[in-house]
């Protein structure tokens, strides 16, 4: 259970680490897992052509065009998987962010996020929220480190306190990142921090939370499994891609 200070951290800060919150053993299963259905290339995987990031492969076809980004629906692949991402462990801390009724989505994250040497792309500065459809932007995800995170790797670059301020359009690009050509926002970028995870560690943190990644400049892929969560009385907009597919209740 979180203590009133893990709470209030969560609120102020927009997100929170539960260390040690996965046995190394179960991190290494995972990992084994998630080797062999990249090796068997088990569909459905997002690569890092889809992305259209800045320094991506410019197509699957292109070099590095089939270097894996995300092994998707993982609620779905594996009972292991599944167990993890309804389980105690993250369940009981997200009944007390979310409140009862809370419920985990098929459709965002719920994935294996896997950053590879080489043509691993940086991710610029974004809240989850800008393309999710739900009547409020106060999800939280889940994310668990299944090997070290450090800079080094591209672990993720977080602004504490910023799931609570305002922007306008003109802060943003195109793509909904926020610029970090803009004079205005330069107050903003300079409070970001890198929250580096041990294996096994579990960051929690808000929808509206700026958070962005480097990166990976070592020899070994860096592999973390990602989920999301609601609260009962914050539903997905009718006909949205968000209301695709049914939620699991914690």
Request: contains cysteine; charged residues 15%; proline residues 5%.
């Amino acid at each position: 259970m979180l203590s009133t200070a893990q709470l209030q951290e969560f609120q102020t800060q927009g997100f929170l680490v539960l260390r040690q919150a996965a046995p190394p053993a179960f991190c290494e299963q995972v990992i084994a897992y998630a080797e062999q259905q990249l090796a068997d290339h088990v569909l459905p995987i997002e690569y890092e052509a889809d992305t259209r990031y800045p320094g991506a492969p410019a197509s699957r076809e292109a070099e590095g065009g089939h270097t894996a980004r995300r092994l998707l629906q993982a609620y779905a692949r594996e009972p292991l998987l599944a167990q993890w991402a309804t389980g105690e462990t993250l369940s009981a801390p997200l009944l007390q962010l979310l409140g009862e009724g809370a419920l985990m989505s098929q459709v965002h994250h719920n994935c294996i996020m896997t950053k590879q040497p080489q043509y691993s792309t940086a991710t610029g500065w974004h809240r989850d929220s800008r393309y999710w459809n739900f009547e409020r932007a106060a999800l939280v995800s889940s994310w668990l480190a299944l090997r070290d995170e450090t800079i080094e790797n591209g672990c993720l670059l977080v602004i504490p306190g910023s799931h609570l301020i305002s922007v306008d359009a003109e802060q943003l690009d195109p793509a909904q990142f926020l610029r970090t050509d803009l004079a205005r926002n330069q107050s903003v970028l300079a409070q970001a921090v890198p929250v580096a995870l041990g294996q096994g560690d579990a960051l929690l943190f808000h929808s509206n939370l700026f958070h962005a990644a480097g990166k990976n400049q070592t020899a070994a892929t860096k592999f973390s499994m990602v989920f999301t969560y609601r609260a009962a009385d914050n539903v997905p907009l009718a006909g949205s891609r968000s209301a695709s597919l049914p939620e699991q209740t914690l």
